[in-house]
C-alpha cells in the first residue's frame, strides 16, 4: 500500500486552464503539505494543513486553492495556469506539525503549454 | 530570506568509496536537520535526522554530523554503492514555524 498518493503522475495542459490534483495519505498522520520542485530540483513550501486547518501558506499566488475535506486528503486547485506553474508538486505528510520526518508522495508533474 | 544549501552541485564518487555531502544553513534559530534522498522520478525520502541538541547521529551506511558553530551539516555514507544515486537534499526546521525548508540539494552519482 502506498503511503501517500497522489494524482495524476502527468499533467499537461494549455494556459488559462483551471486543474486539481489530488492527494490522499494512509499513515494516519494529522498534518499534510505541498511543495513545488522547479526545473533545478529546488523544493519549496506552499501549503500546510494540520488536522484540516490552513496553518501555512507560503505567499502563494491565490489562484493555488488548497482543500483538505479530512485530515487524510489534500487536494490542490489551480486557477487560471500560466507557463510559470509548470514544475513538479509534491504532496507529503508527517505525524503533528512538531518537525517529525516528512513522507511524499511521488509527485505530479505538470506542464503548462 | 533564508538559505538552506548551495545551488545543485554533482559529486561522482567511486563505487565502495565513502561520500560525503555537505550543506551549510544560515537560521541559526533552526533546531532539526534531515537528509532526504531523491530518486529520479520519486518523491523525497528521509534518511536520517539529528536535532541541535547532538552533532553526530548513525543509521545505517549513513551518519550526519551538525556543526552548528559554522551551521554546517553533512552526510557520510559508507562503501557507496550504485543504489546511492540521486539528488540528496538537506533540510532544516525549528519549531516555532512549524515547517521544514530545503536546501538545493546535491546529485550523487557513482562511477563503477
Known amino acids: 500500500d502506498t503511503a501517500v498518493s497522489q494524482t495524476p503522475k502527468y499533467l499537461v495542459t494549455q494556459m488559462g486552464n483551471d486543474k486539481s490534483i489530488k492527494c490522499e495519505q494512509n499513515?494516519?498522520?494529522?498534518?499534510m503539505y505541498w511543495y513545488k520542485q522547479d526545473s533545478k530540483k529546488f523544493l519549496k513550501i506552499m501549503f500546510s494543513?494540520?488536522?484540516?486547518?490552513?496553518?501555512i501558506n507560503e505567499t502563494v499566488p491565490n489562484r493555488f486553492s488548497p482543500k483538505s475535506p479530512d485530515k487524510a486528503h489534500l487536494n490542490l486547485h489551480i486557477n487560471s495556469l500560466e507557463l510559470g506553474d509548470s514544475a513538479v508538486y509534491f504532496c507529503?505528510?508527517?505525524?503533528?506539525?512538531?518537525?517529525?520526518?516528512?513522507?511524499f508522495g511521488s509527485g505530479t508533474q505538470l506542464s503548462v503549454l | 530570506g533564508e538559505s538552506v544549501g548551495l545551488h545543485l552541485p554533482t559529486l561522482s564518487v567511486q563505487e565502495g568509496d565513502n561520500s560525503i555531502i555537505n550543506c551549510a544553513y544560515s537560521?541559526?534559530?533552526?533546531?532539526?536537520f534531515i537528509w532526504y534522498k531523491q530518486e529520479s522520478g520519486k518523491g523525497p525520502q528521509f534518511i536520517i535526522d539529528?536535532?541541535?541538541?547532538?552533532d553526530k547521529r548513525q543509521g545505517q551506511r549513513v551518519t550526519v554530523l551538525l556543526n552548528k558553530t559554522v551551521k554546517h551539516l553533512s552526510l557520510q555514507i559508507a562503501a557507496t554503492q550504485p543504489g546511492d544515486s540521486a539528488v540528496y537534499f538537506c533540510?532544516?526546521?525549528?519549531?516555532?514555524?512549524?515547517?521544514?525548508?530545503f536546501g538545493s540539494g546535491t546529485r550523487l552519482s557513482i562511477r563503477p
Open positions: 507529503a505528510s508527517s505525524r503533528d506539525t512538531t518537525n517529525e520526518k516528512l513522507f
Open positions: 499513515l494516519g498522520h494529522d498534518t
Open positions: 494543513y494540520n488536522n484540516k486547518e490552513l496553518i
Open positions: 537560521n541559526s534559530a533552526s533546531d532539526y
Open positions: 539529528i536535532r541541535s541538541n547532538m
Open positions: 533540510a532544516e526546521g525549528y519549531s516555532s514555524a512549524s515547517k521544514i525548508i
